[in-house]
């Protein structure tokens, strides 16, 4: 078979799912390919995968006999069918978006968990995926030596097994990215040791809801205090535009760069805010870390 791929979304970050449909196809002995619509020519099928709701969808014809369309994007709030067993827990081939994402060519990507205890309104994981975070693979599954490891767990110390997941990470030795997020509220000391064992490249933390502000705040101090890591490794996603103030935004953006961690603005359904609203002005501010730094206060902020 002639297989096609097309990462709808675009962006400079490889998409899982593709990485392991091509995994697979190329075991069976089909040729696989990115599919573009001046060159391509005909396909017996190809693959458009999308994450996001906003991407707009590719808009050119497509050649194929057949069109399989799958991610959030298209299947929104529930996700859609999962990967066959076969496909999900093959080794993806990473070798597609070397090219296109230099990054991947030393770089592992992938979940050692899936699922989240929180079920938070603006989130769809606990939906789709379970309110309960359960081990869904083990390192080797998707990593064999790069220098570094992605990993897209959306709460992996809320797992059962994260003595045994952070031990695999320990011993890999390479630099770890938890792109998705750590829970600060459910971090003790003993999981803040293993983290300390680990190379960490970056950690995420998020401060969602500002009614946590009094649990929360000590949580952070302490984790600050215990690791005494530097900002550039410690980043807070802040939600913003579901249900908070501008006030409380800045709250806790203020209140994060004091306690040393570098906060990262989340706009929710940001697509739908016109040009130059005040929460589009926020999130440059913010997540450009050389103005952030420079201009201390919003109100200063003239971009």
């Known amino acids: 078979m002639k297989i096609g791929l097309i990462d709808v979304d675009g962006h400079n970050f490889p998409n899982l799912p593709l990485m392991k449909l091509t995994a697979w196809h190329k075991q069976q002995g089909d040729s696989v390919e990115w599919y573009e619509v001046m060159f391509t020519g005909h396909c017996d099928r190809v693959y458009m995968s999308k994450v996001f709701t906003f991407s707009p969808d590719y808009e050119y014809y497509i050649d194929a006999d ?23 827990h093959i080794y993806p081939d990473y070798s597609i978006y070397n090219d296109r994402i230099p990054e991947t060519k030393d770089t592992a990507y992938g979940f050692l968990t899936r699922g989240c205890p929180r079920g938070c309104d603006f989130c769809i994981v606990g939906e789709k995926e379970g309110r309960c975070s359960v081990k869904v693979a083990n390192l080797e599954g998707f990593w064999r030596g790069q220098k570094n490891i992605v990993l897209l767990d959306p709460n992996m110390f809320a797992c059962r097994e994260w003595k045994d997941l952070s031990r695999q990470l320990i011993d890999s030795g390479a630099w770890i ?8 509220r459910i971090m003790t000391e003993e999981k803040v040791d293993a983290l300390r064992q680990m190379k960490i490249k970056q950690v995420h933390f998020a401060w969602d809801k500002y009614e946590d502000r009094d649990m929360i705040i000590p949580k952070f101090r302490a984790f600050k205090e215990i690791t005494g890591w530097d900002k550039r490794k410690l980043a807070v ?5 579901y249900n908070t ?7 806790r953006i203020y209140t994060l760069r004091d306690l040393g961690f570098w906060p990262y603005v989340m706009v929710y359904e ?6 130059g609203h005040v929460l589009r002005r926020l999130q440059r501010w913010v997540n450009m870390r050389a103005v952030f730094d420079s201009t201390p206060r919003f109100e200063d902020y003239k971009g």
Request: glycine share 12%; aromatic share 8%.
């Open 177 to 184: 990215d938890f792109s998705q997020g750590c829970d600060i």
């Open 66 to 88: 057949e069109i399989v369309r799958g991610g959030t994007g298209y299947s929104y709030p529930d996700g859609g069918k999962p990967l066959p067993d076969e496909i999900e």
């Open 245 to 251: 103030t501008l006030e409380q935004d800045l709250e």
């Open 237 to 241: 996603y802040v939600l913003v535009n």
């Open 270 to 275: 940001r697509e739908k805010l016109p040009k």
